[in-house]
């Protein structure tokens, strides 16, 4: 059975730092591209960042463009956000996401398998 587990969510004061990790088990995503996503309440699940089978590209929204690094550890099969200058609009449930192939994709939809999601709070 595939499973993504997200972890390393909280709450934290505007202007610090949060490091999420997805652990992926029951299949390798060595050769998959991985993404980021996150759900605010009342809104749609929206794109965050991506990265390719071989970190050789990745991707961030404009909106965490310059405070979010996304990369990955294809021993361990674990994928990691870290997320600096967090800004209150920062608040969400935060989605691991993977997908079969080897090249990244903005849309959800594109996306196969999908974690249970971390909520990260950011407070002003």
């Known amino acids: 059975q595939v499973q993504l587990v997200e972890s390393g969510g909280g709450l934290v004061q505007a202007g610090g730092s949060l490091r999420l990790s997805c652990a992926a088990s029951g299949r390798s995503f060595s050769r998959s591209a991985m993404g980021w996503f996150r759900q605010a309440p009342g809104k749609e699940r929206e794109f965050v960042a991506a990265?390719?089978?071989?970190?050789?590209?990745?991707n961030d929204a404009d909106s965490v463009k310059g405070r979010f690094t996304v990369s990955r550890d294809n021993v361990k099969n674990t994928e990691y956000l870290q997320m600096s200058s967090l800004k209150p609009e920062d608040t969400a449930v935060y989605y691991c996401?993977?997908?079969?192939?080897?090249?990244?994709?903005?849309?959800?939809?594109?996306?196969?398998?999908w974690g249970q999601g971390t909520q990260v709070t950011v407070s002003s």
């Open positions: 990265i390719n089978w071989n970190s050789g590209v990745a």
């Open positions: 996401a993977a997908r079969r192939y080897y090249e990244i994709s903005f849309e959800r939809d594109e996306y196969e398998f």
